[in-house]
């Protein structure tokens, strides 16, 4: 398929899974032959990747969207695409069209494979279509005469882009959607692995399983082979991506689970680290923890969100779970995996919440002590549950308790640092920074802390996706310093990461 190359950025706003579909879709443009380019002005197709867990980011969108309708006035060849959260039902889609007729194509990640006939459509002059694509025909083009093919889009006569935004809309049981599959060259040694998408939970607040859909794993074979392709461009850790990662394999006919996906994982040569995230308690069985921390590779954190302290908050959230059965699986990890490191979600501010109640999270926050706490303030999403309700905690009161969690987290977070002063961490080399006019190496310890350490003298001759033994001299909440002991082993040769291509722009 000859398609004329032009230019992308995208703009990516959200969690990790957000960022992994984002390099799928550039992996999917650079094999059209497209360039990425680290500004909106310099392309031809912008894609905003957007996220609507929370109010902010939806309105970021928005504001890309006005910026990219003022640029559309000025230009004929510039396209405007949307994935993401901000994509969920036709009644949605529409208000977004009637809105920002600036958007040419809305599609999920899972439809992804509609660009290459989308931009021959749209950006090649000879090609260009009514405007409308239904996906279903896309997949078959009809042909006449002696079997020659022929496309199924009707072709203007006139060589010029139409209006109107693209809906890739699938009948019922029409195709079947998938993942993409194409990867990027490798730009850094950690890599993100999607292996369950969507979520079947029905958290109150959350807005995800309308937008992704239910829970959808993806074949065994499917990722051993990307996990191989992504280590042979240069990948020495990789992190398991769900919003519920424990809940991986239990749609699938033989129902493979996390720990035996982690267990073939394990066996790849040159795959250093395995990480995952993000953790559901009643997902994470006793025989998962026992496996998982039986495995050299598999890094000791577990990022498990709580998201309050108070159980009839957490009754109010729909969460499926009672602060028993939490602290019973923490009791659990801490026991059987020794050296395990835990992060949590929180958020403050919920419909009702009462002082008593925000009380109990703060207690809750100084008996687990958790390494790392993700606090954000309740925000009503439309289409949720609690949209229904009243938000009937003041904005000034959610700072403060915001506020709160961070004093005492920040606290918990020195000491456990502290803690690991004189210790020996292995750290994998992810970047080079420059603080100060020091030139300093990054990179994070098996149990997810970040540390730095001087790139001088012997260690000035590292490069990223080496593993190397540091001692740690210091402590700060949030990052660890130390010095060069000795190299573990080094990037392998084989592996050349890429410096120079492909750019995924994630907004500040």
Not at 76 to 82: E, I, K, N, R, S
Not at 458 to 487: H, K, Y
Request: hydrophobic content about 40%.
């Amino acid at each position: 398929m000859a398609i004329a190359r032009g230019k992308y950025h995208i703009w990516t706003v959200g969690c990790q899974m957000n960022m992994a579909d984002s390099q799928r879709v550039a992996a999917i443009l650079d094999g059209l032959g497209w360039s990425a380019v680290p500004a909106m002005s310099e392309a031809n197709l912008v894609i905003l990747n957007t996220c609507s867990v929370r109010e902010q980011p939806e309105l970021r969108a928005h504001g890309q969207l006005s910026l990219l309708r003022h640029a559309k006035r000025e230009r004929d060849d510039l396209l405007v695409a949307m994935m993401g959260c901000m994509v969920g039902s036709q009644r949605q889609l529409d208000e977004l069209a009637k809105k920002y007729p600036v958007v040419d194509l809305f599609f999920k990640v899972e439809q992804a494979d509609i660009l290459p006939r989308f931009l021959e459509e749209r950006w090649t002059p000879l090609a260009t279509g009514d405007g409308c694509v239904d996906v279903t025909d896309l997949a078959a083009p009809r042909t006449i005469g002696e079997g020659h093919a022929v496309p199924v889009l009707p072709l203007a006569p006139a060589p010029i882009p139409v209006d109107g935004p693209v809906a890739v809309n699938f009948r019922p049981g029409s195709r079947e959607l998938h993942y993409p599959t194409e990867v990027m060259p490798q730009h850094g040694p950690t890599a993100w692995l999607p292996v369950v998408l969507g979520c079947n939970k029905v958290c109150s607040y959350c807005i995800v399983p309308s937008r992704r859909g239910r829970e959808r794993s993806r074949p065994l074979d499917e990722l051993l082979l990307e996990a191989r392709e992504l280590v042979a461009g240069g990948a020495r850790e990789v992190t398991l991506l769900g919003q519920t990662v424990e809940a991986y394999g239990l749609d699938l006919p033989e129902q493979p689970t996390l720990s035996g996906l982690m267990t073939r994982l394990s066996a790849i040569e040159g795959l250093e680290r395995i990480r995952f995230m993000t953790s559901y308690p009643r997902h994470f069985t006793d025989t998962m923890i026992l496996e998982m921390a039986q495995l050299p590779k598999v890094c000791n954190h577990v990022n498990i969100p709580v998201q309050h302290g108070d159980d009839n908050v957490l009754l109010r959230m729909r969460r499926g779970y009672t602060l028993a059965e939490y602290r019973a699986l923490i009791a659990k990890l801490r026991d059987w995996w020794p050296g395990v490191a835990l992060s949590t979600d929180v958020i403050v501010g919920f419909c009702g919440e009462t002082d008593e109640e925000f009380s109990h999270m703060l207690d809750l926050l100084r008996e687990i002590r958790f390494d790392v706490v993700h606090v954000a303030m309740y925000s009503p999403r439309p289409g949720t549950l609690s949209y229904k309700w009243a938000d009937d905690v003041p904005i000034a009161i959610k700072k403060e308790r915001l506020h709160a969690v961070e004093a005492i987290q920040t606290e918990i977070s020195l000491a456990l640092h502290q803690a690991a002063v004189g210790t020996h961490q292995s750290i994998l080399i992810e970047e080079r920074q420059v603080h100060q006019d020091r030139s300093l190496w990054k990179g994070r310890t098996m149990s997810n802390k970040i540390l730095f350490f001087p790139a001088e003298e012997q260690a000035a001759r590292l490069r990223r996706g080496d593993l190397v033994e540091v001692i740690v001299d210091r402590a700060s909440p949030w990052s660890l310093q130390g010095t060069f002991v000795r190299m573990i082993s080094a990037m392998p040769e084989r592996a050349t990461l890429v410096t120079q291509g492909s750019t995924i722009a994630l907004a500040e």
